[in-house]
T-cell receptor
Framework: DAMVIQNPRYQVTQFGKPVTLSCSQTLNHNVMYWYQQKSSQAPKLLFHYYDKDFNNEADTPDNFQSRRPNTSFCFLDIRSPGLGDAAMYLC??????????????FGPGTRLTVT | GQNIDQPTEMTATEGAIVQINCTYQTSGFNGLFWYQQHAGEAPTFLSYNVLDGLEEKGRFSSFLSRSKGYSYLLLKELQMKDSASYLCAVMDSNYQLIWGAGTKLIIKP
């Protein structure tokens, strides 16, 4: 089945220790998104890739970086995690926006704990 | 600014009908999505409305009025497994999704 996969599902890191979350997709979608979601809050878009074009949201902290080495994979790097970065991180994909609005397909998420 | 409003929490009885409302103010409109999210899991797509009117899909229906900036999600014949958060999201003129905070639906036997 075509899908969006996130690893790991649960990640524990120490305050200030860099961590990388990964996402892969078999849908061959052009667009990949990273969201941060805290409990009982809306998902907050951090950035998205439109093919290889990187789009950073204005209020995304510099502490968050992303890489997309190919169509299938996308990584979220948190350079120096703080306690406030503990959250669920959601990866999503969608088809190219040029064909009109398209639903986003979400991976299962990675729950990050910062100790 | 862009804003999506939906109730924080609702309670309903198994077998009953519940309507979850969503109002929005966004810069442009390219459709409205409803997603279901169980606790600790990722959102899953329920419906998409871009034209006014009602879209029905099994026990779930979604309604849109663009002139009023209003949508609702109607759930019929509620089951315990419908206990979840329901997120309303609007795609703006830049094809970005603007998300509501979600409505937590509690189903009681």
């Amino acid at each position: 089945d075509a899908m969006v996969i996130q690893n790991p599902r649960y990640q524990v890191t120490q305050f200030g220790k860099p961590v990388t979350l990964s996402c892969s997709q078999t849908l061959n979608h052009n667009v990949m998104y990273w969201y941060q979601q805290k409990s009982s809050q809306a998902p907050k878009l951090l950035f998205h890739y439109y093919d290889k074009d990187f789009n950073n949201e204005a209020d995304t902290p510099d502490n968050f970086q992303s890489r997309r080495p190919n169509t299938s994979f996308c990584f979220l790097d948190i350079r120096s995690p703080g306690l406030g970065d503990a959250a669920m991180y959601l990866c999503a994909t969608s088809e190219r926006v040029g064909t009109g609005p398209a639903e986003q397909y979400f991976g299962p998420g990675t729950r990050l704990t910062v100790t | 600014g862009q804003n999506i409003d939906q109730p924080t929490e609702m309670t309903a009885t198994e077998g009953a009908i519940v309507q979850i409302n969503c109002t929005y103010q966004t810069s442009g409109f390219n459709g409205l999505f409803w997603y279901q999210q169980h606790a600790g899991e990722a959102p899953t797509f329920l419906s998409y409305n871009v034209l006014d009117g009602l879209e029905e899909k099994g026990r779930f229906s979604s309604f849109l009025s663009r002139s009023k900036g209003y949508s609702y999600l109607l759930l019929k014949e509620l089951q315990m497994k419908d206990s979840a958060s329901y997120l309303c999201a609007v795609m703006d003129s830049n094809y970005q999704l603007i998300w509501g905070a979600g409505t937590k639906l509690i189903i009681k036997p």
